[in-house]
T-cell receptor
């Protein structure tokens, strides 16, 4: 299993761009990088997934350098409602589903007014 | 579509009692999972299923049993509840791979709302 390391917590003011970096030095060739968001008292929710370079959707961007040993989740202009825990997952979803992926404790993002 | 639903939402048990948590999904997903979440521990996989009639152990399977008699349902059983099983339980489902009927998915995992279980 690819081990991931991400900051335990981050604070940001409303309206700022937030970047959360995840390290995954032993990522395998077939591994994808996926980010989930979890609000209090709710199950995690998928945000974005990528394999290499940059991926963007209506919620966030995911930057993956060429060596794929790290990735950065970018949240543009955060609001108070973005306060949540963000999980970085690395694994081969193609052949094994999520049973080969661990969630870890994530990064707790606190958005400040 | 209801997505992933869990029953019940809350439950209080006494040590030694048994109970079953029900998870249902209406997305025709092959894979289903049961997690527990404890403060400071993230989500830990208890058991999972790769298809109807199949189950397998995850990271923390002891004290739990599961069954998947129908593709849409995944049951988690506690035969003799212990205080250490006090937790929030999440069920989830997903497709088995990125490709499904020729469509490249993100293969995201869909979670239920959770069941808060307290064992006294």
């Amino acid at each position: 299993l690819a081990k991931t390391t991400q900051p335990i917590s981050m604070d940001s003011y409303e309206g700022q761009e937030v970047n959360i970096t995840c390290s995954h030095n032993n990522i395998a060739t077939n591994d994808y990088i996926t980010w989930y968001q979890q609000f209090p008292s709710q199950g995690p929710r998928f945000i974005i997934q990528g394999y290499k370079t940059k991926v963007t959707n209506e919620v966030a961007s995911l930057f993956i350098p060429a060596d794929r040993k790290s990735s950065t989740l970018s949240l543009p202009r955060v609001s108070l409602s973005d306060t949540a825990v963000y999980y970085c997952l690395v694994g081969d979803m193609n052949s094994g589903g999520y049973q080969k992926v661990t969630f870890g404790i994530g990064t707790k993002l606190q958005v400040i007014p | 579509n209801a997505g992933v639903t869990q029953t019940p939402k809350f439950r209080v048990l006494k040590t030694g009692q048994s109970m079953t948590l029900l998870c249902a999904q209406d997305m025709n997903h092959e894979y289903m999972y049961w997690y527990r979440q404890d403060p400071g521990m993230g989500l830990r996989l208890i058991h999972y299923s790769v298809g109807e009639g199949t189950t397998a152990k995850g990271e923390v399977p002891d004290g739990y049993n599961v069954s998947r008699l129908k593709k849409q349902n995944f049951l988690l059983g506690l035969e003799s509840a212990a205080p250490s099983q006090t937790s929030v339980y999440f069920c989830a489902s997903s497709y088995s791979s990125h490709m499904y009927r020729g469509v490249d998915l993100n293969n995201e995992q869909f979670f239920g709302p959770g069941t808060r279980l307290t064992v006294l």
